[in-house]
């Protein structure tokens, strides 16, 4: 009996020191290396086009096939945003951005995942790169139209609502959603520089006239497309912040002077002076601020102070006790900000959390919140939180990321996982036949491993009911961020 009442008092004292040590943890690095894994896996689940050999979610089969072809431009591949079947490309090139930066900060402790992490970026800068390249003076931004879609429930595999392809030009500007595909492009090609030379070097090259064609033609991408992206990707924050996350991320690629000089011209008009408290598809201050702040702390750029300052108030806004704390959490402990698809927020101010630490430890510094410091340990616990809340440490035992775990949503709202594999079943399901497996109260036939849903509300109640989208739908940029956050504590986590 004393080996057992050892490691029941062990158990105890982590529980009395969880505050106090990141050393005692209810997951070990390997369950971070496990979490990981299928976080990137889940990408596969998302795939358009023609899937490869080694794709590794066998359920799944070739999709979109023809996408462009009615008009005249390759756009097969891609993903699929979310759980329907459409490729949105403003969610789609953040999502790339954020599987680079994942990699760019993170990518030494992928180990054995980071080639299938590049994989995943390589799918959506493939796509990017023709969405980008296929029409002068013209961006793709969309395949598929929404409403009709959103009318049917049907596996991809069996799609047959309109592939409509939508666009945006010098004519009908899109610079929000220009500028972050010029962002994921220069963030991936930092990921290929060293493996695959000339692709990085068509990425960065391609990154440069698509932000170029974004900030000469002015616009917001919502005003061109109107309901085709609207409600489901409105450009709530205009493009201002955009166009400074480019020009951010190209300066970081390219060390080009101008891009530079670009940011200190139009950083008071695009936000740089603005503190804001949310990182997402749509907003991208909070990341720029960070992502710039980088600059300062390594080589005192001093055009770059400004970006500090605002990180800092950013940070603070999360910790509680800080004088410019604000964010709001639910009694068990989870970052609340919006009651549809609150993670996604979660795990894009995870990542942040991480890589200002990262900034700050290896450059001595700390986040100064009025008259208070808050140091890069002390983030990185906040963050550990938040991670280990989505993964299973929560109130009601559940982890959020599918596949992942004793417990986890069986009800996914994802119409691929949720029909009747093509595999299984060779038939076609129309479009409302589909809505049969909609309200069933089966589980989801085929496992979409490593998705990450919506989450629970602000009392921390979770419904698995594949009718609420607002908490059971995944999302890919939902998961980016994540890869991030998990690669870092499965190279740190101490197994207990």
């Given amino acids: 009996m004393a080996p057992a009442i050892f490691s029941f008092t062990v158990q105890i004292v982590c529980l009395t020191l969880f505050s106090l040590s990141l050393l005692c943890t209810a997951f070990t690095s390997h369950d971070y290396s496990d979490a990981l894994e299928k976080s990137i896996l889940f990408f596969e689940g998302q795939r358009s086009g023609r899937l490869p050999p080694n794709q590794r979610l066998k359920w799944r089969g070739n999709s ?16 699929y945003d979310a759980g329907d079947n459409v490729k949105f490309g403003l969610p789609m090139a953040f999502t790339t951005t954020m599987l680079a930066w994942s990699v760019i900060e993170f990518g030494s402790s992928m180990q054995n995942q980071i080639e299938n992490a590049k994989a995943a970026i390589r799918w959506g800068t493939d796509y990017l790169l023709k969405a980008a390249t ?21 596996r991809p595999e069996d799609m047959d609502t309109p592939r409509n392809v939508y666009k945006v030009s010098t004519q009908n500007p899109g610079s929000d959603v220009a500028a972050e595909t010029a962002a994921a492009l220069a963030a991936a090609s930092i990921v290929f520089k060293e493996s695959d030379p000339s692709y990085s070097a068509k990425l960065l090259q391609t990154a440069k006239e698509v932000f170029d ?14 309901s085709v992206v609207c409600p489901f990707y409105c450009s709530y924050s205009g493009y201002q912040d955009e166009l400074l996350w480019g020009a951010s991320w190209i300066h970081r690629a390219s060390q080009d002077n101008s891009y530079l000089s670009y940011i200190q011209s139009n950083g008071h008009t695009m936000g740089s002076d603005n503190d804001d408290y949310s990182f997402s598809w749509d907003d991208k201050r909070a990341g720029t601020k960070v992502l710039l702040s980088k600059d300062f702390l390594e080589k ?4 770059f102070q400004l970006y500090k300052s605002h990180a800092d108030n950013y940070i603070c806004s999360l910790i509680p006790g800080t004088s410019g704390f604000q964010a709001q959490y639910t009694p068990g402990g989870l970052l609340y900000k919006a009651s549809e698809s609150n993670l996604q927020y979660v795990t894009t101010t995870s990542f942040l959390l991480l890589t200002y630490a990262k900034y700050l430890s290896a450059n001595g510094g700390v986040a100064t919140c009025g008259t208070s410091t808050v140091t890069a340990e002390s983030l990185i616990a906040h963050a550990k939180k938040q991670v280990d809340y989505i993964l299973g440490d929560n109130p009601a035992k559940l982890s959020f990321m599918v596949g992942f775990g ?33 309200y069933s109260s089966s589980p989801n036939p085929n496992v979409l491993v490593g998705a990450i849903v919506g989450g629970p509300d602000s009392k921390d109640n979770f419904a698995d009911d594949r009718n609420n989208y607002q908490q059971s ?24």
């Fill in 134 to 154: 296929a029409t002068p003076g013209t961006l793709y931004v969309q395949v598929g139209d929404p409403n009709m879609d959103h009318k049917c429930w049907e």
């Fill in 213 to 226: 064609f974004a900030d000469r033609h002015r616009g917001s991408y919502s005003d061109s497309l109107n």
């Fill in 64 to 79: 979109g096939l023809s996408d462009g072809s009615s008009y005249h431009v390759d756009l097969v591949g891609g993903y």
């Fill in 406 to 438: 004793g417990r986890y949503p069986q009800h996914v709202h994802h119409r691929g996982s949720s029909v009747p594999s093509i595999h299984a079943h060779p038939d076609r399901i129309t479009c409302n036949d589909g809505f049969h497996y909609l």
């Fill in 300 to 303: 005192s750029t001093e055009q």
């Fill in 473 to 496: 739908e995944p999302a890919t940029y939902i998961n980016a961020p994540f890869v991030g956050a998990l690669a870092f504590f499965s190279g740190k986590a101490t197994a207990n």
